[in-house]
């Protein structure tokens, strides 16, 4: 594209704009710190700006955060692009079109003529077609499972590779029997002989737990992380009553904080993220 009629910024118009720049930060002229960036430099940004649109999404409102946090991983997006176009790889406009050739392939229901029931049968069409894909790009072996990607924080990891079993037709058991699963793990949990065996039944438990909130249609991750934020919250109440008090925590035995820790109301309840 080529560059806007404004003299007063060095970039074009529209979705190219952040293309344009990463170009120029990359170019021989640019910025030393982002000339020197490879893909795997730039791994732990990548995933921290991916963090921060997520939690710009669990905070709501506030559309201009939400908007920054948004343009900063898009211009991840825009460095790797850059990165690999000057290695005779890829380019971004590649990149965009390949990923759209891919989603309208595995969309037919909206760009072509197929017919479906609802959202569960859209994913469970994804699911086949992905199968299908890895059978003609010559891994029949390979399993839904493994196109999770195994870097995700473990609950993320484990209750997309649980989806992804049950859109091919392996889910087992309901709601109420991932429940007694959940209470049962616990109980052998809590016997455990060794700490060998406490570490194999404690995962056992998560997974279990995983089940249940993929039966309930509950994020673990989301909620997890929400029960954090709960936790911290009503942490900094009770550390505030202590300071108020011109007391330590090692001056109250565990009994007397638990005490106090009951006497605070806990916080409101976060909104479920989406």
Known sequence: MAMAERPDRPYPDGVEAIF????RLR???GCPWDREQTHESLRPYLLE???E???AIDRGVDDAKLREELGDLLLQVAMHSAIAEEQGRF???QVSEAAAAKIVARHPHVFGDVQVADAEEVLRNWEHRKVEEAARQGRPE???LERVPAAMPALAWVHGMQKRAARVGFDPGSAAEAAEAVAAHAREAAVAPDQEE???RVGDLLLSAVTLARKLRVSPEDALRVAGQRFRDRFALMHRELLARGVEYRDLDPAELSAV?????EPSPSPPPG
């Open 20 to 23: 344009e720049v990463a170009r």
């Open 27 to 29: 170019a021989p002229d």
């Open 49 to 51: 700006e991916t963090y």
């Open 53 to 55: 649109v997520l939690e």
């Open 91 to 93: 380019n971004a406009a």
């Open 142 to 144: 390979e399993t839904p």
């Open 198 to 200: 406490a570490f194999r």
């Open 261 to 265: 820790w009951d006497r605070i109301e």
